[in-house]
């Protein structure tokens, strides 16, 4: 398209080829807002494929620890890990796609994943606080079958449960679930002598006794044990750095505002240009 005006005295014509307008006209933000889109949806298709293949394996593997452990009826990991890390996939691609190719359609269905994933995270993070008890408890309660599980053959064959339960009282200086005699209570193993006079293992051993065999022997009067149980433990270490987790999920949000903000832009930009060029 070609617009002629008249100008001043001498008449003369200045011709404007909009057809020249394009990308070689674009801006240093304009360029930047196309680079950041492409960057940022290449890290989610990663982390979205990672997420997906983890949740593919834990779903098919034969591990008695994942299937005791991570499935349940409601709150199932593998499947959750699979439709998250599959969502991750769509909006990366769509976003990737979007901008490299100036796509407007598949611009439009990245803005509005964007705006359903934080609706979404608003929705968890109001359950997480309404569901505070329920969410305790299932944990609790999950806790005190890993400690069952803990030398059975079939439910621990790889013995992750065990190694995952002695990495957590060891670094969280803790003992059992509320305290050392839950290991009497819900694991035969260790009820030698009765609930009140049985074994640990050597985990809940301070530091200073790691080493010996025969420290988790009868824990009634024990003091080479650590008496706190790992609900306590590890609700404190929560409570303590609840600013970090606070930091990081408040960066996360500005993150995603600012994403969504870049794209409208470029989102526009093209929309102008295609108006420019028609």
């Known amino acids: 398209a070609v617009v002629s005006t008249q ?15 394009g990308e070689t006209d674009r801006g240093c933000c304009d360029k930047c807002a196309k680079s950041f889109i492409m960057a940022i949806n290449i890290v989610i298709v990663l982390v979205g494929g990672a997420i997906l293949a983890a949740g593919v394996y834990w779903q098919l593997s034969d591990t008695g620890f994942y299937k005791e452990i991570f499935n349940h009826d409601i709150f199932n990991i593998p499947i959750l890990s699979i439709v998250v890390g599959s969502l991750l996939l769509l909006v990366g691609l769509a976003g990737f796609l979007g901008a490299c190719c100036e796509a407007m359609f598949l611009l439009k269905v990245y803005m509005g994943f964007l705006i359903v994933i934080m609706l979404l995270e608003i929705i968890l993070a109001v359950g997480c606080v309404a569901m505070k008890t329920t969410v305790e408890d299932y944990a609790e309660e999950r806790t005190y079958e890993m400690i069952g599980y803990v030398g059975n053959a079939t439910a621990d ?3 992750i449960i065990e190694a995952t339960l002695n990495l957590v009282q060891e670094n969280f200086e803790c003992c059992g679930v509320t305290g050392p005699t839950d290991w009497a209570k819900y694991n035969s193993i260790y009820n030698t002598s009765g609930a009140e006079e049985g074994n640990v293992p050597t985990s809940c051993c301070m530091a200073d006794y790691s080493s010996d065999d025969t420290c988790g022997d009868s824990f009634a009067s024990n003091e ?9 433990s590890l609700w404190n270490f929560i409570e303590t750095n609840l600013l970090y987790v606070g930091i990081v999920c408040g960066s996360i949000c500005i993150l995603q505002i600012m994403i969504l903000i870049i794209a409208s832009k470029f989102r526009t930009m093209l929309e102008d240009e295609d108006y420019a060029n028609f």
Not at 224 to 232: A, L, N, Q, S, V
């Open 157 to 159: 064959e790889e013995g």
């Open 224 to 232: 080479k044990i650590y008496t706190d149980g790992c609900k306590t």
């Open 7 to 21: 100008s001043g005295h001498y008449g003369r014509e200045h011709k404007l080829n909009l057809s020249k307008m």
